[in-house]
């Protein structure tokens, strides 16, 4: 699990310095109480009308494709991956999803940001262990919230990079995750659409599109190691794909 170590991520969004944190032993990622999990839920309905509905429907253009593929998440486990473009586009996805309960998987060094930190943790935001010690439980809870078709969304591309045309190469993690639970893998595209019209004139970026792709299998290879890696080259080229036939802004010498 070395490629989740957060000192080899380098993101081109700089955010907020972290100070430095340290999970205690038996520290609980997936937290149970009810009392927690209440506030988390009033939490993600107020970011849904503010950050999805009012700043990102009304005032970013943010517009959702296929929502009919959620319906999905009810009939199996879910591993979900999209494109990391915004600094926003996995809380639109938790969003998008709610009234269902998601996890995102996130730095551990995010625990530290000042205030955000905690958000980000009330709101679902899981921490992927740097220790061994705690990769262990991490692990076996995540499973156990698989197999309760709770989705796990997880960025495979790790590293934030705004605006970027096409889809980057994918670290392995939430493969793995799949193929340990025999879980599908659901894909979020986002792509880019020009404005028109009066929007020419007053907007300098490309409006988002999220789109909902259909479920992928995992495909079984020889060894587990097999079936992650024609896993992830699958659904890569499923988003990559999808990405340059549905964007308007199309990754440079790419041909469907």
Known sequence: MSEHNPNRVEHEFKTINAKPV???KGYRF?????????????LVLLIKIIIYYIYGILIRG??????KHLKYLKKNKHVLVSNHIHPLDA???GTAVFPR???????QSNLGLP???KILRLAGGIPIPESKEHMLQFLDELNYQLEK???ILVMPEAALKPYHVGIRKFLSGAFRFAVDANADILPFVYVYKKPKGIQKLYRKKPLLEMH??????????????QSLNLTKDKVHQVMRDYFNKHSDLKEEGYEI
């Open 22 to 24: 340290k999970l205690k």
């Open 115 to 117: 205030v955000i930190g």
């Open 30 to 42: 997936f937290i149970k109480n009810p009392i927690f999990l209440f506030f988390s839920t009033l």
């Open 212 to 225: 909902i792709l259909e479920p992928v299998k995992v495909i079984i290879g020889d060894t587990k190691h």
């Open 101 to 107: 309960r998601m996890y995102v998987t996130m730095l």
């Open 91 to 93: 809380i639109w996805i």
């Open 149 to 151: 078709k709770t989705p």
């Open 62 to 67: 943010l517009r959702v494709k296929n929502q």
